[in-house]
Nanobody, 123 residues
Framework: HVQLVESGGGLVRAGGSLRLSCTATGDTITTYTTAWFREAPGKEREFVSAIDVAKGKTNHTDSVNGRFIISSDNAKNTVFLQMNSLEPEDTAVYYC????????????????WGQGTQVTVSS
């Protein structure tokens, strides 16, 4: 059974950076597509970024293109989300999720979820 643990959230000023980590136990990250989603107060959970380590593919939502970078450290079984040039609109709880299969932005197609980590960007 896969378990995902996120870390790295916090409070940062606009223009700052944070790096989120998602560490998996129970299976290797190369077996799955790993994605980051976020949920802001009063809004639906939305896709942010994903990586298919086995295929070497990544994808980002348009609003974070050029600011966020997703990567992996296979030895640590961890996926990272480097977030740069943060904006107040990026404030949300960020969730890590995994599924077997190709990258998709559909929430319901992901099997495993972490507990989330809060990111707050002040103006």
């Amino acid at each position: 059974h896969v378990q995902l643990v996120e870390s790295g959230g916090g409070l940062v000023r606009a223009g700052g950076s944070l790096r989120l980590s998602c560490t998996a136990t129970g299976d290797t990250i190369t077996t799955y597509t790993t994605a980051w989603f976020r949920e802001a107060p009063g809004k639906e959970r939305e896709f942010v970024s994903a990586i298919d380590v086995a295929k070497g593919k990544t994808n980002h939502t348009d609003s974070v293109n050029g600011r966020f970078i997703i990567s992996s450290d296979n030895a640590k079984n961890t996926v990272f989300l480097q977030m740069n040039s943060l904006e107040p609109e990026d404030t949300a709880v960020y969730y890590c999720a995994q599924r077997r299969g190709s990258i998709t932005d559909i929430v319901s197609l992901y099997w495993y979820w972490g507990q989330g980590t809060q990111v707050t960007v002040s103006s």
